[in-house]
C-alpha cells in the first residue's frame, strides 16, 4: 500500500567511477539538465584511498578512512564507532531505503535501521544497473522511504575492464545517463536530488591521490537549491551526509567531520552542530 506523502524525498544517485571529464566528453542530457536546474561542481573530491568501500563508509559516516579505518574494499567493525546517516534519519523518525547491486555497501549502515532496500549481484554485468533503477523507481512512486540511496556499479567494472575514458566507459557513462533520467522522471516534483561519484580512475585502476582518482562530479537540485549555479566552496565525499541531513532540516551529527554545501542553497542556513 502507498503510504501518505510527508516530507518530499531527499534521493541519492552514486555514479560509481565516473569522472567529470567522462560527463564532458560523453553524451549526458540527464545530467546536463542537473546543471541548468541546479547546483553543481566539476571539481568534488574523494577521499584517500579513492577505493569504493572506503569511500562509501566516509560518505555515509562523514569521517576520513583514517578514522572509520576501511582503506580496502573489506569491512571490519569500526574501532570507534560512528552514528552514520541513515541511523541519523531514524532516530528522526525519517525512513530510508537503498537500492544496491554491489554486496559490500550492506555495511554502510547497521542493520536495523533500514526501511526497505533491494540488492542484486549485477554490478559486473552492462546492464545490470537497469533492474537497480527499476526498483528504485518503483520505491521512489510508492514512497516508501523518505531517503532513497540509489547505487549504479557498472561504470566502474567497465572502467576496470576496458580502461576509463575508453570508447565502451564512455558509452557506459551514456547508459548511466538514461537510466538517471528515469529516476528523475520517477520523482516527486519537490525532491531533493543528489548525483555524485565517489572515485574517478585512470587507465583501468584508481585508489590512488591523482587528479583522475581524485576529482569527481557533483550535482544537487531541488525546491531549495540554487539554479545553473557553480559552487565554489570546497566539496568532499565527507559533505555528503550533513548536506542530505540538512535537506531535511537536520543538524549534523556531532560525530561528522563534513560540513552541509550550504552554498547551494537558495537560502544559506547556520551550521549547527548536534
Same mark, same amino acid.
Given at each position: 500500500?502507498?503510504? &501518505? !506523502?510527508?516530507?518530499? @524525498? ?18 549526458? =542530457?540527464? /545530467?546536463?539538465?542537473l546543471k541548468q536546474r541546479g547546483a553543481y561542481t566539476m571539481q568534488a573530491q574523494?577521499? $584517500? =584511498?579513492?577505493?569504493?568501500? =572506503? ?8 569521517? !576520513? ?11 571490519? =567493525?569500526?574501532?570507534? @564507532?560512528?552514528?552514520? /546517516? ?21 555495511? $554502510? ?13 549485477? *554490478? ?20 516508501? *522511504? ?23 566507459? /564512455? ?6 545517463? +538514461? ?6 522522471? *520517477?520523482? !516527486?516534483?519537490? +525532491? ?18 591523482? &587528479? ?7 550535482? /544537487?537540485?531541488? !525546491? ?35 560540513? &552541509? ?14
Amino acid at each position: 500500500m502507498m503510504n &501518505p !506523502p510527508e516530507t518530499p @524525498p531527499v534521493i541519492f544517485i552514486m555514479t560509481d567511477g565516473v569522472r567529470p571529464d567522462a560527463i564532458a566528453t560523453a553524451n549526458t =542530457p540527464a /545530467l546536463d539538465q542537473l546543471k541548468q536546474r541546479g547546483a553543481y561542481t566539476m571539481q568534488a573530491q574523494s577521499v $584517500v =584511498p579513492s577505493i569504493t568501500l =572506503p569511500c562509501h563508509m566516509s560518505i555515509f559516516n562523514s569521517v !576520513p578512512p583514517s578514522r572509520h579505518g576501511i582503506l580496502e574494499n573489506h569491512y571490519h =567493525p569500526l574501532a570507534r @564507532p560512528v552514528t552514520g /546517516l541513515v541511523e541519523h534519519l531514524h532516530r528522526k523518525e525519517l525512513r530510508s531505503g537503498m537500492y544496491y547491486n554491489w554486496d559490500f555497501l550492506r555495511d $554502510v549502515c547497521r542493520p536495523g535501521y533500514l526501511h526497505t532496500s533491494f540488492y542484486v549481484n549485477t *554490478a559486473y554485468n552492462i546492464n545490470g544497473d537497469e533492474i537497480i533503477v527499476d526498483h528504485a523507481c518503483e520505491a521512489i512512486a510508492a514512497n516508501m *522511504a523518505d531517503f532513497h540511496f540509489v547505487y549504479l556499479g557498472t561504470a566502474d567494472t567497465v572502467g576496470h575492464a576496458m580502461g576509463w575514458m575508453s570508447d565502451m566507459y /564512455l558509452l557506459q557513462v551514456e547508459m548511466l545517463d +538514461s537510466l538517471i533520467g528515469r529516476v528523475l522522471e *520517477a520523482a !516527486p516534483t519537490q +525532491s531533493h536530488i543528489l548525483v555524485h561519484s565517489d572515485h574517478g580512475g585512470h587507465e583501468r585502476d584508481h585508489g590512488t591521490e591523482m &587528479p583522475e582518482d581524485m576529482t569527481i562530479p557533483w550535482f /544537487l537540485v531541488g !525546491p531549495s537549491v540554487r539554479q545553473n549555479y557553480e559552487v565554489q566552496q570546497p566539496v568532499s565525499l565527507l559533505d555528503t551526509a550533513p548536506t542530505i541531513a540538512a535537506l531535511f532540516g537536520l543538524p549534523s551529527h556531532r560525530d561528522w567531520e563534513g560540513q &552541509p554545501v550550504t552554498e547551494a542553497f537558495i537560502n544559506q542556513g547556520d551550521e549547527q552542530a548536534g
